[in-house]
T-cell receptor
Framework: LAKTTQPISMDSYEGQEVNITCSHN???????ITWYQQFPSQGPRFIIQ???TKVTNEVASLFIPADRKSSTLSLPRVSLSDTAVYYC????????????FGQGTELSVKP | DVKVTQSSRYLVKRTGEKVFLECVQD?????MFWYRQDPGLGLRLIYF???????EKGDIPEGYSVSREKKERFSLILESASTNQTSMYLC???????????FGPGTRLTVT
C-alpha cells in the first residue's frame, strides 16, 4: 500500500505561491495522485489529479517527477480563503486497490 | 449539480446502541466510501463498495459493517456503538476508483 507523508502545517502570506509536497515512496504503477482541500465542518473537495509530469487547472498545478515517489501541489497567489487542510491521496485507477489519504497539511494564510 | 447527502449532521448515541448512518448520491456513481476523520489522524477509510451488494474493507473496518442494496445508497452500521467510535463520519462517491471523489457534509457522531 502506498503510504503518504506531508508536512503537518505551513504558513504563508496573501499573494505568495505555496508549494506543498507529498511523499509516496511505494506508489504503484497504476496509482493516481489526487489532492483535496477541506474547510472546517465540510467534506473534502477535489482540487487536482495527475499521473505524471505536470497538470494545471484553474486553481492549482501538480508537479510529479519521473520516479513518481513524490508530488507537489502548487497554489499560485494564495488568499485568506485558501486557509484549509490539504490532503494528498494515492489510489488505484482500476478496481481492487485501496485508497490512502495522507495526514493532511494545515495551510494558514495570513494577511 | 453533484450531490452526496448524509442522513444527519449531528448524532448522539449511547454505548451499546445500534447506529445507522445513511448516505445517498444522485450521480449514478459505481463507487461509494465511508471514512472517519479524527484530529491528528486525517481521513481513514472504513469500507468501500464498488457495486451493489459488493464491499471491501478499508483500513479500519473493525466495529463497523456496511450495506449497499441500491446503487445510490450506502449505509454504515455500528452494531454496538462504543465511545471510541465518537468521530466525524464522511461519505463519498466516485464514478470509478481513482476518479474524483465527491464528499457529503459529514455526520458528527458522539457516543456517550
Amino acid at each position: 500500500l502506498a503510504k503518504t507523508t506531508q508536512p503537518i502545517s505551513m504558513d504563508s502570506y496573501e499573494g505568495q505561491e505555496v508549494n506543498i509536497t507529498c511523499s509516496h515512496n511505494n506508489i504503484a504503477t497504476n496509482d493516481y495522485i489526487t489532492w483535496y482541500q477541506q474547510f472546517p465542518s465540510q467534506g473534502p473537495r477535489f482540487i487536482i489529479q495527475g499521473y505524471k509530469t505536470k497538470v494545471t487547472n484553474e486553481v492549482a498545478s501538480l508537479f510529479i517527477p519521473a520516479d513518481r515517489k513524490s508530488s507537489t501541489l502548487s497554489l499560485p497567489r494564495v488568499s485568506l480563503s485558501d486557509t484549509a487542510v490539504y490532503y494528498c491521496l494515492v489510489g488505484r485507477y482500476n478496481q481492487g486497490g485501496k485508497l490512502i489519504f495522507g495526514q493532511g497539511t494545515e495551510l494558514s494564510v495570513k494577511p | 449539480d453533484v450531490k452526496v447527502t448524509q442522513s444527519s449532521r449531528y448524532l448522539v448515541k449511547r454505548t451499546g446502541e445500534k447506529v445507522f448512518l445513511e448516505c445517498v448520491q444522485d450521480m449514478d456513481h459505481e463507487n461509494m466510501f465511508w471514512y472517519r476523520q479524527d484530529p491528528g489522524l486525517g481521513l481513514r477509510l472504513i469500507y468501500f463498495s464498488y457495486d451493489v451488494k459488493m464491499k471491501e474493507k478499508g483500513d479500519i473496518p473493525e466495529g463497523y459493517s456496511v450495506s449497499r442494496e441500491k446503487k445510490e445508497r450506502f449505509s454504515l452500521i455500528l452494531e454496538s456503538a462504543s465511545t471510541n467510535q465518537t468521530s466525524m463520519y464522511l461519505c463519498a462517491s466516485s464514478q470509478r476508483r481513482g476518479y474524483e471523489q465527491y464528499f457529503g457534509p459529514g455526520t458528527r457522531l458522539t457516543v456517550t
